[in-house]
């Protein structure tokens, strides 16, 4: 007859644990600070990545809202494009901003940093937030500029809320394509080369100039799995777009409240993809 022995599970302690907590925090806390003075110690750095988006808002946007008049769906056409080129400055903003990964690699503190008593993930936690601060501060200063130019918004808090959340979305999810790249591609001009077929291409498959329902539909049913699709169409809706318009072209008929909700599910899914993904791959390649 056999006896169960109860093996003792060792539980730390809630000092212990906060201890813990504490020295993680600090630790994040140093190394969000540390990739913040090597990606924003230049003004530089912040305000190069804003140069083409705000250029087209400023400029490019009217001029074809002049051109055009307003979309099929009654938005104005300048403020249609105002909220396009928010899709445009995450991808770039966050794309450029793996350069830095590569730089640290080859000649930065990165070996001394994974020498030090850190989990790997925090290294890679700590280039995320510094990547999500920048961006959003030049997106609020696309905003403003779109505003001064004269784009017209007419949204709510729970409208901001839409347009906030697709927005920390797509640059979470960008910046984890961009760190797995960094951390796999082997020589800087390699990854350079990369940044506009990453970048740039899908903007214009994904309801930035024009409604998808004009493409091909091939093309169409490839826009609709992109995760920018997704995002500008959560942002008009947002910001402009109350009735759905743009996720009526993704989805179908339906609620837009729900519709909306979808399309977050997507950026959610594609944004924990990646992250996850950018961390099994900064692990691999920091053991080689």
Do not use: C
């Not at 609709?224 to 072209?249: C, N, S, W």
Request: charged share 10%; proline share 6%; glycine share 8%.
């Amino acid at each position: 007859m056999s006896t169960a022995i109860a093996v003792p599970v060792a539980i730390p302690s809630a000092p212990a644990y906060l201890a813990r907590m504490r020295q993680l925090v600090s630790a994040f806390i140093t190394l969000s600070g540390r990739r913040l003075a090597l990606s924003a110690h230049t003004p530089r750095e912040v305000i190069v990545p804003l140069v083409n988006p705000v250029f087209f808002a400023l400029v490019i946007a009217p001029a074809l809202g002049k051109t055009v008049g307003a979309t099929h769906s009654g938005i104005d056409y300048m403020t249609f494009i105002a909220i396009a080129t928010v899709g445009l400055l995450v991808p770039i903003n966050t794309l450029f901003a793996g350069i830095g990964v590569i730089v640290d690699r080859e000649s930065g503190a990165r070996r001394d940093l994974l020498a030090a008593p850190l989990p790997r993930p925090l290294l890679v936690l700590g280039n995320y937030s510094v990547a999500l601060l920048i961006t959003m501060l030049q997106v609020v200063v696309l905003i403003i500029a779109a505003l001064l130019r004269g784009a017209k918004f007419h949204t709510s808090g729970a409208g901001v809320a839409w347009f906030v959340a697709a927005t920390v979305l797509l640059a979470l999810a960008m910046y984890g394509v961009a760190e797995t790249l960094a951390n796999r591609v082997e020589k800087q001009e390699e990854y350079v080369g990369l940044v506009p077929a990453v970048a740039i291409l899908p903007f214009f498959f994904a309801g930035s100039l024009f409604p998808i329902s004009v493409l091909p539909s091939a093309l169409q049913a490839f826009a609709k799995i992109l995760p920018l699709t997704h995002a500008l169409a959560l942002m008009r809706y947002g910001l402009v777009d109350h009735q759905g318009f743009g996720l009526h072209e993704v989805w179908g008929a339906g609620d837009p409240t729900a519709l909306a909700a979808r399309s977050l599910g997507v950026l959610v899914v594609f944004a924990a993809a990646m992250g996850y993904l950018s961390v099994r791959v900064f692990t691999r390649a920091a053991v080689r």
